[in-house]
């Protein structure tokens, strides 16, 4: 592989919104996500679409509204549907405080799914904190402290 086709690691997750503000004040205000573009693109019917940077600026999150026309895996709920599930399981986010994180969610609507646990991973094992929970949007987020992978 030469340099120029190197993958260089993951850019951004993009989400689709049934309430883009709803989740864009959830991603800015509990997550600490800042907004660092915004546009529309209506030949894809694209009405609302933000790109959102960590805090760390290493991570981005793009958010389109709930009708867009953006390619996604399987096939999307229908307004009233349950969420239906496809390969991507969750994003993980590396937290210094994996309580503090699942509270501050909490606390800003998020539904708990996996409350704040200490688990041992592999031989030898590796200690992390962790807590998952439901976004407002539906997305599931795990809160991840102290993984060195």
């Not at 790109?51 to 290493?58: A, H, I, P, Q, V």
Request: charged residues 20%; negative net charge; glycine residues 8%.
């Amino acid at each position: 592989m030469t340099n120029s086709s190197k993958i260089k690691g993951l850019h951004h997750l993009a989400i689709r919104a049934k309430d883009f503000d709803q989740t864009l004040k959830f991603y800015t205000g509990a997550l600490d996500f800042s907004i660092s573009h915004t546009w529309s693109l209506p030949e894809f019917n694209i009405r609302q679409a933000a790109m959102l940077k960590s805090s760390d600026g290493n991570t981005f999150i793009e958010i389109f509204d709930g009708q867009a026309n953006a390619p996604r895996e399987g096939r999307g709920a229908n307004e009233g549907e349950e969420v239906r599930t496809g390969a991507l399981l969750h994003l993980a986010m590396s937290v210094e405080n994996a309580k503090a994180a699942y509270d501050r969610c909490l606390n800003a609507g998020a539904i708990s799914c996996i409350e704040p646990m200490s688990l041992s991973l592999g031989n030898p094992p590796v200690i992390v904190n962790n807590s998952l929970i439901y976004s407002p949007n539906g997305e599931v987020i795990e809160f991840i402290e102290g993984a060195p992978f």
